[in-house]
């Protein structure tokens, strides 16, 4: 079987860019719900938080849907409690950004930030970009916000499964 080798001129007409360089570091995204969490003043209090998770969970519930990655309102509402618990990433990596010089910062391949306690919160590399590493802080927050959130929608699920009465044509009727 004979092979055929794929010359760059090919690959610009099919739209593939080819270069040597590395992938530019780019800062990362603190806005938005696809965004990297950082230390962020409480939106409103913990009893609200706490309202506001249960009115989310009523809400999907009454959708069909539970939590998920595809829940735009769940994911936002989960990122903005857990921020408050996030360490300060956007400081903590414009400092590192401070310290590598600019010439250098196509260059890097792996980068960790920690913060001060040498916790790493942060990495980045080209293939992946940035990725926020949880703390065990943020992990707590997120549980507690999974717990509310979980406990609410199986109460709804308890309830709305009581309120459907078999009939005495149903399958599950016994004598």
């Known amino acids: 079987m004979r092979s055929v080798g794929i010359n760059e001129m090919t690959l610009k007409l099919l739209g593939v860019e080819v270069s040597d360089k590395k992938i530019p570091m780019m800062t990362p995204q603190f806005n938005g719900i696809d965004s990297m969490t950082t230390?962020?003043?409480p939106a409103m209090s913990e009893e609200a938080y706490e309202e506001a998770i249960r009115n989310q969970a009523k809400k999907d519930f009454e959708a069909g849907k539970c939590g998920g990655e595809n829940n735009t309102a769940y994911r936002a509402l989960k990122n903005s409690y857990v921020s408050v618990a996030s360490?300060?990433?956007?400081?903590?990596?414009?400092?590192?950004?401070?310290?590598?010089?600019?010439?250098?910062?196509?260059?890097i391949s792996y980068m960790k930030i920690k913060d001060a306690s040498g916790q790493?919160?942060?990495n980045y590399s080209p293939n992946t970009g940035w990725t926020g590493v949880m703390t065990k802080?943020?992990?707590?927050?997120?549980?507690?916000?999974?717990?509310?959130?979980?406990?609410?929608w199986r109460s709804l699920k308890a309830e709305a499964q009581q309120q459907v009465k078999p009939t005495s044509s149903s399958i599950d009727t016994f004598i």
Do not use: H, L, W
């Open 120 to 122: 790493e919160i942060a």
């Open 39 to 41: 230390k962020t003043a």
């Open 87 to 107: 360490p300060d990433r956007k400081g903590y990596i414009a400092k590192s950004f401070q310290q590598v010089p600019m010439n250098k910062r196509n260059q």
């Open 137 to 152: 802080d943020e992990m707590k927050r997120e549980s507690k916000f999974m717990a509310i959130y979980m406990d609410t």
